[in-house]
């Protein structure tokens, strides 16, 4: 990996976490496939369906698509995830 790879991984990773009020998510396939959910998407229990799923994210939001959760992926998909939680939440209410 290069310098600015590594850069912005870390970076990524901390800047994620700067004003996160929740806990943040771990990278077990569990959480995963919970976050996941959130937005619709089922994952199968087969370790190869939650890579599948997970590279299928990083293609659709622009990062290096290498089917491991890594702390840039798994910050977007906890991003998306609530996202998800909180339009769920405004149409249950409506």
């Known amino acids: 990996m290069t310098a600015r790879g590594m850069l912005n991984v870390v970076g990524t990773a901390v800047g994620g976490l700067i004003?996160?009020?929740?806990?943040?998510?771990?990278?077990?396939?569990?959480?995963?496939?919970?976050?996941?959910?959130?937005f619709g998407v089922q994952v199968g229990?087969?370790?190869a369906d939650l890579a599948e799923a997970v590279r299928a994210f990083q293609t659709r939001v622009g990062i290096d698509a290498d089917g491991?959760?890594?702390?840039?992926?798994?910050?977007l998909l906890a991003r998306y995830a609530a996202e998800a939680r909180?339009?769920?939440a405004f149409r249950d209410a409506a």
């Open 86 to 88: 909180t339009l769920t």
């Open 68 to 75: 491991e959760a890594g702390p840039q992926t798994v910050h």
């Open 19 to 38: 004003g996160w009020s929740e806990t943040p998510p771990t990278a077990d396939p569990e959480s995963l496939r919970a976050l996941f959910a959130d």
């Open 45 to 47: 229990p087969d370790p």
